[in-house]
């Protein structure tokens, strides 16, 4: 994990910050970037930062859904992407039945303005088949068929009697408790967009309609390493100087989250030729490369001229915070994002750059997080210029207002601050100051993953 860098001794204040954010290399001597300067893509130079909305939008605008589909049971269908619309085969209820025990009347034979009382016909429990109605009450149980003729049920709870006679009581409204056939679905009615990624309740939907399989789209597959030296895979001893890789296991389970199909292919060590090879090899059989470290400035970065190698690199620098190097290209045709080492702009830069790509690649119709005001504990001083995320844990204030608490672990390298809080205040790049008291808008984590 980076140290805690002087300022003083690592130029201005900003620059100190960003080594700090890159993680691992970042912290070795700057080498010279102009071969790299020459040979980025969109007209941009080495030093230009774009802003997050631009970095989301050039990542997004290079990929395409992936082809091929499948059909899948529904009991394996949570969380993949339909493929097309769904219309309903048929009504949903399928016919008219109870929304109570009770009984089933004609509205025309209740007396206007006083109780009527009324011989009781017969019965029909759920599953059973729909009887005719007379002059008189029937009893019917929830979810049973209404007998024809009727149009109004009476909840058992208003009436009086129940032996061979039933008094209803006055006020009855015509229609109530009565489910009529396809008010809830009509048959031939879109159901289920195209694009939707299926929740359960997508699936107890199509399962009440009948249809037990379901056309979705082939989920994306997505390359992920880690590089470093100083990275050593969980469960292993560690080396002098070495760190255990974090990274790998929380983008593998944020992959997992947004529906990709994950490649793990471990770490790579900072060899500019393997690097190169690694990702050719890994850019031919996935839909997406995904790597974590080494896209700084430091000696050992080798990650970015592996990619100009065998491919292209439009941006690095994102005017974020954390997470201000996120390498966006290409190796051998195929979309290439490469994160910060720090894990907690790692996480940012996920979720804000690369799960936008990976909707598109999965077809799904995807809408950003929407953050909602909470009041500040705290205050908050910066530089303007950058979309800071701040980790906050909430409470419940006096008035019952949220109030967001800051997490003392302020580094880009604290995992335990994204573990112990509850989600992200998001500043504005043109904010410099907030005070306590003050609102901002909250991102929980569990809107993002």
């Known amino acids: 994990m980076p140290q805690a860098l002087d300022p003083a001794c690592h130029g201005d204040e900003e620059e100190a910050i960003d080594r700090e954010e890159a993680g691992g290399d970042a912290l070795r001597q700057p080498k010279q970037a102009s071969t790299v300067t020459a040979r ?15 970095a989301a939008a050039d990542a997004v605008s290079r990929v395409h859904p992936v082809a091929g589909t499948l059909e899948l049971p529904l009991g394996e269908a949570d969380g993949h992407v339909l493929a097309q619309a769904v219309t309903a085969p048929r009504d949903l209820p399928p016919f008219a039945n109870s929304a109570v025990d009770g009984y089933a009347i004609r509205f ?20 059973e088949a729909p009887a005719v109605l007379g002059q008189g009450a029937w009893r019917i149980f929830t979810g049973a068929p209404v007998p024809d003729g009727a149009d109004t049920i009476v909840m058992q709870e208003d009436v009086v009697g129940g032996a061979g006679t039933v008094t209803l009581p006055a006020g009855i409204n015509r229609g109530a408790n009565l489910r009529l056939a ?10 289920l967009p195209a694009g939707r990624r299926l929740r359960p309740q997508d699936l107890g939907l199509l399962a009440a309609l009948g249809l037990a399989e379901v056309i979705v789209r082939r989920r994306p597959r997505v390359a992920l390493f880690s590089t470093g030296d100083e990275l050593t895979e969980p469960g292993r001893p560690l080396g002098p100087g070495a760190i255990y890789d974090a990274n790998r296991a929380m983008l593998r389970a944020m992959l997992l989250r947004a529906g990709a199909e994950v490649v793990d292919l ?5 060899e500019a030729k393997d690097l190169e090879r690694r990702l050719r090899e890994a850019a031919a059989d996935c839909d997406l490369v995904l790597t974590s470290g080494g896209v700084s400035v430091g000696e050992a970065d080798h990650v970015k001229d592996a990619v100009l ?3 292209t690199l439009d941006l690095w620098r994102v005017a974020i915070k954390p997470g201000k190097p996120i390498a966006i290209g290409s190796v051998s045709g195929t979309p290439f994002i490469g994160l910060p080492g720090n894990p907690v702009a790692v996480f940012v830069g996920f979720a804000f750059v690369t799960r ?7 077809g799904e119709a995807y809408a950003p997080p929407q953050a909602r005001p909470v009041r500040l504990g705290f205050a908050h001083a910066r530089k303007p210029g950058r979309r800071e995320f701040l980790r906050v844990s909430l409470e419940q204030d006096t008035d019952g207002i949220a109030i967001a608490r800051r997490h003392p672990g302020e580094g880009a390298g604290s995992l335990a601050s994204l573990a112990q809080s509850d989600g992200l205040v998001v500043l504005a790049e043109d904010v410099a100051q907030l005070a306590a008291g003050d609102t901002a ?7 993002l993953l």
């Open 182 to 191: 396809g008010e809830d679905v009509a048959c031939g009615q879109q159901v």
């Open 441 to 447: 808008p909250f991102l929980p984590y569990v809107e």
């Open 266 to 270: 471990g770490i790579l060590r900072d």
């Open 356 to 362: 936008p790509l990976l909707a598109r690649l999965a």
């Open 309 to 311: 190698a065998c491919g």
């Open 108 to 127: 025309a034979d209740l007396a206007t303005g006083a109780s009527t009382s009324l011989p009781i016909l017969g019965r029909t429990m759920a599953g």
């Open 40 to 54: 980025l893509g969109g007209g941009r130079t080495d030093s230009d930062l774009v802003t997050l909305d631009e």
